[in-house]
């Protein structure tokens, strides 16, 4: 379905990602975009979980000029891979230049919202294409608002006002890919951290099921012993399965030039795996800044 996002003085015509979620911008050059097109650009993700804006062409200055339209620039925990100039940038790549790798490889990979280790999660990722594969490496966007609207009411009793623990040690320390023990000054840097099984979107009060697989050690109140941990663990990992149904899920395939950008708020995402011993993938990967999760 095609659909018009009033701008002033235009329009953006739009196209929905999978029916109910999401919207692709048509023809919107964001290098020469108005202030009125670009607030157009941002009301359109505040209201549709993801946007896609595809043949773009923006530097690394632009890609943060941009962003910063949706917030402040978040930085990243982990900043040997940013840009040289540009540290709001990311670098996700398997190439490796004199010897030492460019970015992050296979970074994203398993279902997760970003910065849930931290008080105040990123509100948006931004990822730019500037290589793909010819085939993997797609990236899933999950709808937590259409999965919290599928349970039942009973379901949603239950389940609404429950805590999950996250802690961003656990989760370095047993990640499938680049396991590694932090420092004393980066634990003391992410604190663990709750946060709501059920999250309320500022924008409009809509609600989504917000889990999260790699930071969440238990839920909180149901870990006096290892069987309640246990189970409570396992609830959150029925709850991943639930959302992450082929009928919740947008399966992005690259093109370079990409812009998608997801609203962390209301959604889950993972990236997927490629043949990197074929293909070379690059991604300029930035966040803009949210707020307590409620």
Request: hydrophobic share 35%; proline share 5%.
């Amino acid at each position: 379905m095609t659909t018009a996002v009033q701008t002033k003085p235009g329009q953006i015509e739009t196209r929905e990602l999978k029916p109910g979620f999401g919207a692709e911008l048509l023809d919107v050059d964001l290098a020469t975009a108005d202030a009125a097109t670009l607030a157009g650009v941002v009301d359109a993700f505040h209201r549709h979980g993801a946007i896609l804006l595809r043949d773009q062409t923006l530097d690394p200055g632009q890609l943060t000029a941009f962003v910063a339209n949706f917030g402040e620039p978040e930085d990243h925990t982990q900043r040997q891979f940013t840009l040289p100039g540009y540290p709001k940038v990311f670098v996700l790549s398997n190439r490796v230049v004199d010897g030492k790798p460019i970015g992050a490889h296979n970074d994203g990979v398993g279902w997760h919202t970003d910065y849930s280790y931290k008080p105040e999660p990123v509100m948006c990722t931004m990822l730019y294409a500037v290589e793909v594969p010819d085939e993997g490496s797609d990236t899933l966007i999950a709808d937590g608002c259409a999965a919290w609207n599928a349970l039942s009411p009973e379901q949603q009793a239950r389940l609404d006002g429950l805590k999950l623990h996250h802690s961003y040690q656990y989760f370095m320390a047993t990640r499938e890919f680049g396991r590694q023990e932090l420092s004393e000054e980066m634990k003391a840097a992410n604190p663990d951290v709750e946060h709501p099984l059920i999250r309320t979107h500022p924008a409009d009060g809509r609600k989504a099921l917000w889990p999260s697989t790699g930071t969440v050690t238990h839920v909180v109140g149901m870990d006096k012993d290892e069987a309640e941990k246990a189970q409570g663990l396992k609830l959150v990992d029925e709850l991943v399965e639930f959302l992450t149904q082929d009928q919740f899920v947008y399966r992005h395939k690259w093109r370079v030039g990409d812009v998608l950008m997801w609203d962390n708020r209301c959604t889950l995402h993972t990236g997927t795996l490629y043949d990197d011993t074929k293909y070379f993938r690059t991604m300029h990967r930035l966040w803009a800044k949210g707020d307590a999760p409620y």
